[in-house]
C-alpha cells in the first residue's frame, strides 16, 4: 500500500483530509481558549449575559469546554497506523474480514456499521 493509500481509514475516508489529523481546528481552538484567557473573557461574558442583548453568552463556559474538547480532538497516525478509536466497529470488521476497506466487503450496501452513504467511501477510495 503506497504512503497517500495508507490514510484511507478502512470505512474509506482520506484521515489527511481530516480536521483531526491536520491538527488545523485543535490548534486554532488552542489559541483562542489561551486568547479568551488572557482576556479574561469568563468576565465579560458574564457581565454581558445579564442584558437581554447579550443572554447568549449565558452559555459562555460550555462553549469554552467545546472548545476543549476539539483542542483534544487530534489524530496524527490515521487508524491503520494506530489511531483513531480502537473500538472503530468498522475497523474491528474489517480486520476481521482481513480487508483493506468496507467497500470491499459483499455486506457493504446493507452494513448496519456504516456511517456515511456509499458514495462518499467508494470515491475517496477511488481518488487515491
Not at 16 to 25: A, E, L, N
Not at 63 to 81: D, E
Amino acid at each position: 500500500m503506497a504512503q497517500h493509500e495508507n490514510l484511507i481509514a478502512y470505512c474509506g475516508i482520506y484521515c489527511g483530509d481530516c480536521h483531526g489529523f491536520s491538527g488545523k481546528i485543535p490548534d486554532l481552538a488552542r489559541d483562542l481558549r489561551k486568547e479568551l484567557r488572557a482576556s479574561r473573557y469568563d468576565k465579560f461574558a458574564g457581565f454581558i449575559s445579564t442584558f437581554s442583548f447579550g443572554k447568549d453568552f449565558k452559555e459562555y463556559e460550555e462553549c469554552y469546554k467545546v472548545l476543549g474538547a476539539m483542542v483534544k480532538f487530534r489524530c496524527r497516525k490515521g487508524c491503520r497506523n494506530g489511531g483513531g478509536s480502537p473500538f472503530c466497529k468498522i475497523r474491528i470488521c474489517a480486520q476481521k474480514k482481513e480487508i483493506e476497506g468496507c467497500w470491499l466487503c459483499d455486506e457493504f450496501e446493507s452494513c448496519k456499521k456504516r456511517v456515511l452513504g456509499s458514495s462518499p467511501r467508494r470515491r475517496a477510495h477511488q481518488e487515491s
